[in-house]
């Protein structure tokens, strides 16, 4: 994919839109893939829901029933498939949140020309409890005019109609800023991408000027060498185009140049839009290490690096990779870059790891380290293997409103899982698509596409889709087969609720996930939502588990709400109530904590947070892998 900038206004592959951001635009279009909900808002009628209609819907022919089942009893094969089924309308898919938090919006309206983020209601992040640790932690800020960021930028901001700064932005961004290593943490859908990504253009427009230089002013170019400043890596293709776009779109005008690297597509293009010159470089690590190694790329001006994901760049699969590329291939090293690190989970062996990449950084976390958002109704339903499609359909048949499907994503293990659920669910009559990484890119782009749009309403993913993907209207999450990890277990859902909507994720219990009960019922119990009881009696009576991918093991008064730096783990940081954080900010850190170094400053103003039961969330112990049931020989899939 290219990069495209408002001078040159180029784009190097003819099949993709010409990127024009919806604040020059005076039309609503579809939206191409990738794009953020705030531009191109996917239009009532085609994107927020199917209009579901048997009778016009023609099931794919191929492949056969999968796990040969074949359709649930009470549902006729496609060739007996004449009439419309008649689903049970007048179930509301989304009942309202028992704490009276409006219905899931599935609508964006454009108005004039501009859609609001009106409905990121990111109150609902108000209470979380914030925690920032580290020497002189620069303050946070309330709204981004208080934020030092280019003026050039702040425009842009308010043109995307972001009104106010998320908890993760008040913070990060004074933060980054300020020039300091970050390691932040916070929940899913809570605007991460644009705080890293604002104080890295800003960052490079203010370079320039303090070099004399005219910031709006593209340079670079014409060379077979790419020196970006800024180096983005991200887990998925889909992700960092996605990221890419973001990027883009807050860069309008300013004159930085994005460029995105990702496999699956040819690397010929890509290079040719390096070729002209790049600031930030988005990109997956594997096509990265390409470039370097052709000769096409230098890490060697590199001044801002960020991770998204990063405990997924750093767990088992990605380490050695993430490492050759920061640590051997000319990189300027921590101290002489600033580094930035985001995720919604962040394990303690992962952020030991971590640690070696940053320095005398500010670790932050919105919430606790890997905790879900309450904005999303969780759901677990006790499923023997065998019922789970049928107990599928039931539910697919209560996501319709008003005769159109809402948008379902539902997970499942392996990538021959994927393609069987596919298949079986077209044939029964319901749209789907898989996405999965034995797929083609542009199958994968068709998929994430199709979905986005509405125009299959269901897609069936493995893991792949798990993190980072901002697919707005998102209405429901099935985890059709749980994961092994309760950290992935937070991103699936995350694919929901998400910029302070509320979301409904149904998750299929069976005897084989045992080992993650006891991380669901911590989890359950932090975000406020039903603990069925028999989950409760697993969880006492099962091995403790919910393992981290990486194996880690969670000590105890850290998954009670203690997830947090890893730095302070001599002794437990004893958590306060702060309910009014703004007015006083100077006096938080020092008095009133116990046991803590004096850098370490706690910004928690949520009573109710430190109150909680700290007996109820033990995630610690072994991790579960021996278990019954055959557990340890489901192989992950997915990630590529
Ligand atoms: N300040 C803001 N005002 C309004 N909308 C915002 C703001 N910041 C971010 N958003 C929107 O919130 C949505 C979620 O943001 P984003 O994708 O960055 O979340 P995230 O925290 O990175 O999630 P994940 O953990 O799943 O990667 C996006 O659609 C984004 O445009």
């Given at each position: 994919?290219?990069?495209s900038?408002?001078?040159?206004?180029?784009?190097?592959?003819?099949s993709?839109p010409?990127?024009?951001?919806?604040?020059?635009?005076?039309?609503?279009?579809?939206?191409?893939?990738?794009?953020?909900r705030?531009?191109?808002?996917?239009?009532?009628?085609?994107?927020?829901?199917?209009?579901?209609?048997?009778?016009?819907?023609?099931?794919?022919g191929?492949g056969?029933?999968?796990?040969?089942h074949?359709p649930?009893?009470h549902?006729?094969?496609?060739?007996?498939?004449?009439?419309?089924?008649?689903?049970?309308?007048?179930?509301?898919?989304?009942?309202?949140?028992?704490?009276?938090?409006?219905?899931?919006?599935?609508?964006?309206?454009?108005?004039?020309?501009?859609v609001?983020?009106?409905?990121?209601?990111?109150?609902?992040?108000?209470?979380?409890?914030?925690?920032?640790?580290g020497?002189?932690?620069?303050?946070?800020?309330?709204?981004f005019?208080?934020?030092?960021?280019?003026?050039?930028?702040?425009?842009?901001?308010?043109?995307?109609k972001?009104?106010k700064p998320t908890?993760?932005?008040?913070?990060?961004?004074?933060?980054?800023?300020?020039?300091?290593?970050?390691m932040a943490?916070?929940?899913?859908?809570?605007?991460?991408?644009?705080?890293?990504?604002?104080?890295?253009i800003?960052?490079?427009?203010?370079?320039?000027?303090?070099?004399?230089?005219?910031?709006?002013?593209p340079?670079g170019?014409?060379?077979d060498?790419?020196?970006?400043?800024?180096?983005?890596?991200?887990?998925?293709r889909?992700?960092?185009?996605?990221?890419?776009?973001?990027?883009t779109?807050?860069?309008?005008?300013?004159?930085?140049?994005?460029?995105?690297?990702?496999?699956?597509?040819?690397?010929?293009?890509?290079?040719?839009?390096l070729?002209?010159?790049?600031?930030?470089l988005?990109?997956?690590?594997g096509?990265?290490v390409?470039?370097?190694?052709?000769?096409?790329v230098?890490?060697?001006?590199?001044?801002?690096?960020?991770?998204?994901?990063?405990?997924?760049?750093?767990?088992?699969?990605?380490?050695?990779?993430?490492?050759?590329?920061?640590?051997?291939?000319?990189?300027?090293?921590?101290?002489d870059?600033?580094?930035?690190?985001?995720s919604?989970?962040?394990?303690?062996?992962?952020?030991?790891?971590?640690?070696?990449?940053l320095?005398?950084?500010?670790?932050?976390?919105?919430g606790?380290?890997?905790?879900?958002?309450?904005?999303?109704?969780?759901?677990?339903?006790?499923?023997?293997?065998?019922e789970?499609?049928?107990?599928?359909v039931?539910?697919?048949?209560?996501?319709?409103?008003?005769?159109?499907?809402?948008?379902s994503l539902?997970?499942?293990?392996?990538k021959?899982g994927?393609?069987?659920?596919?298949s079986?669910?077209?044939?029964?009559?319901?749209p789907?698509?898989?996405?999965?990484g034995d797929?083609?890119?542009?199958?994968?782009?068709r998929?994430?596409?199709?979905?986005?749009?509405?125009l299959?309403?269901?897609?069936?993913?493995?893991?792949v889709?798990?993190?980072?993907?901002?697919?707005p209207?998102?209405?429901h999450?099935?985890?059709?087969?749980?994961?092994?990890?309760?950290?992935d277990?937070?991103?699936?859902?995350g694919?929901?609720?998400?910029?302070?909507?509320?979301?409904?994720?149904?998750?299929?219990?069976?005897?084989k996930?045992?080992p993650?009960?006891?991380?669901?019922?911590?989890?359950?119990?932090?975000?406020?939502?039903?603990?069925?009881?028999?989950?409760?009696?697993?969880?006492e009576?099962?091995?403790?588990?919910?393992?981290?991918s990486?194996?880690?093991q969670?000590s105890p008064?850290?998954?009670?709400?203690?997830?947090?730096?890893?730095?302070?783990?001599?002794?437990?940081?004893?958590?306060?109530?702060?309910n009014?954080?703004?007015?006083?900010?100077?006096?938080?850190?020092?008095?009133?904590f116990h046991?803590?170094?004096?850098?370490?400053?706690?910004?928690?103003?949520?009573?109710?947070?430190?109150?909680?039961?700290?007996?109820?969330?033990?995630?610690?112990g072994?991790?579960?892998?021996?278990?019954p049931?055959?557990?340890?020989?489901v192989?992950?899939?997915?990630?590529?």
């Amino acid at each position: 994919m290219a990069w495209s900038d408002s001078t040159t206004q180029k784009q190097s592959r003819p099949s993709q839109p010409l990127y024009v951001p919806q604040f020059r635009s005076n039309t609503t279009n579809i939206p191409p893939p990738y794009n953020n909900r705030a531009h191109f808002p996917p239009s009532d009628d085609v994107s927020s829901h199917y209009a579901f209609n048997r009778s016009t819907h023609r099931p794919r022919g191929r492949g056969g029933y999968g796990y040969g089942h074949g359709p649930p009893r009470h549902f006729p094969r496609p060739e007996q498939q004449q009439q419309p089924r008649n689903f049970n309308y007048n179930h509301d898919p989304h009942p309202p949140h028992r704490n009276n938090r409006p219905p899931i919006e599935t609508h964006t309206e454009p108005q004039n020309g501009v859609v609001a983020n009106a409905n990121a209601n990111f109150e609902a992040y108000e209470s979380i409890p914030v925690e920032a640790t580290g020497e002189n932690v620069p303050p946070p800020v309330n709204v981004f005019a208080e934020t030092e960021l280019h003026e050039d930028l702040k425009n842009n901001i308010e043109r995307c109609k972001y009104v106010k700064p998320t908890p993760v932005q008040r913070y990060a961004i004074p933060i980054a800023v300020a020039g300091r290593d970050l390691m932040a943490c916070a929940q899913t859908g809570s605007g991460k991408t644009a705080a890293f990504c604002f104080p890295i253009i800003s960052g490079i427009m203010k370079d320039r000027l303090a070099s004399g230089l005219v910031p709006s002013m593209p340079r670079g170019g014409g060379s077979d060498v790419a020196y970006p400043t800024a180096l983005i890596l991200s887990p998925t293709r889909e992700l960092s185009c996605q990221i890419h776009a973001e990027a883009t779109k807050f860069a309008y005008q300013t004159g930085v140049k994005i460029a995105v690297a990702y496999g699956g597509a040819p690397i010929g293009q890509q290079l040719r839009v390096l070729e002209r010159g790049v600031d930030i470089l988005v990109a997956t690590p594997g096509r990265l290490v390409d470039m370097i190694e052709r000769e096409r790329v230098s890490l060697k001006k590199i001044k801002y690096l960020a991770l998204d994901e990063a405990d997924r760049m750093l767990d088992m699969g990605f380490e050695h990779q993430i490492r050759n590329i920061v640590q051997q291939m000319n990189m300027p090293p921590p101290g002489d870059r600033q580094t930035l690190l985001f995720s919604a989970t962040f394990p303690d062996n992962i952020q030991k790891l971590a640690s070696d990449f940053l320095s005398n950084y500010v670790f932050l976390a919105v919430g606790r380290v890997g905790s879900s958002t309450e904005l999303i109704v969780q759901k677990i339903e006790s499923v023997q293997d065998m019922e789970k499609r049928n107990r599928l359909v039931d539910l697919l048949q209560r996501n319709v409103v008003n005769g159109k499907l809402a948008l379902s994503l539902i997970f499942v293990e392996t990538k021959k899982g994927a393609d069987a659920l596919e298949s079986w669910l077209c044939r029964s009559g319901f749209p789907a698509i898989a996405i999965h990484g034995d797929k083609v890119q542009m199958e994968r782009e068709r998929a994430l596409r199709s979905f986005k749009r509405g125009l299959t309403p269901i897609m069936v993913a493995t893991d792949v889709a798990s993190r980072g993907l901002d697919i707005p209207h998102v209405a429901h999450v099935i985890n059709f087969d749980l994961p092994r990890d309760i950290d992935d277990y937070v991103h699936r859902i995350g694919r929901t609720g998400r910029a302070g909507q509320s979301g409904l994720a149904t998750a299929f219990f069976s005897s084989k996930n045992m080992p993650l009960a006891k991380g669901l019922v911590g989890l359950l119990q932090e975000a406020k939502q039903e603990v069925p009881s028999w989950l409760l009696q697993y969880s006492e009576s099962s091995a403790p588990g919910g393992r981290s991918s990486h194996g880690s093991q969670r000590s105890p008064w850290r998954n009670n709400y203690g997830g947090r730096d890893f730095r302070t783990a001599a002794e437990p940081v004893m958590v306060e109530s702060y309910n009014n954080y703004n007015s006083s900010y100077s006096n938080y850190g020092g008095n009133g904590f116990h046991n803590v170094p004096e850098q370490v400053q706690n910004y928690n103003y949520n009573s109710s947070y430190s109150n909680r039961d700290h007996t109820a969330n033990n995630y610690t112990g072994s991790d579960g892998i021996n278990g019954p049931c055959g557990y340890a020989s489901v192989v992950p899939t997915g990630w590529d």
